[in-house]
């Protein structure tokens, strides 16, 4: 069975001093911490690929892309 965290980890990844990262970097961290068969979830969905989950948070501009890095956006997270 796969592995299921909280959207909220990966938005820590990104939240966390000197972090920087592009897409590449931030899935190859997930997936050396987690496996790559990870599942995540959030509040309104669940069993998001890591793919499925960006764009999720890139929809919701909860993470943004700025050239090749990107970055959590705190103005529009959820602070539960």
Known sequence: MNQSIHAHTVLNLLLAEDAEYTLASLKHAVEAEY???VRFYTC???????DALLSFLLD???VVLQGDMITANRERMCSH
């Open 60 to 62: 919701r501009q909860k």
């Open 35 to 37: 496996g790559e068969g």
């Open 44 to 50: 309104s969905q669940q069993d998001l690929t890591f």
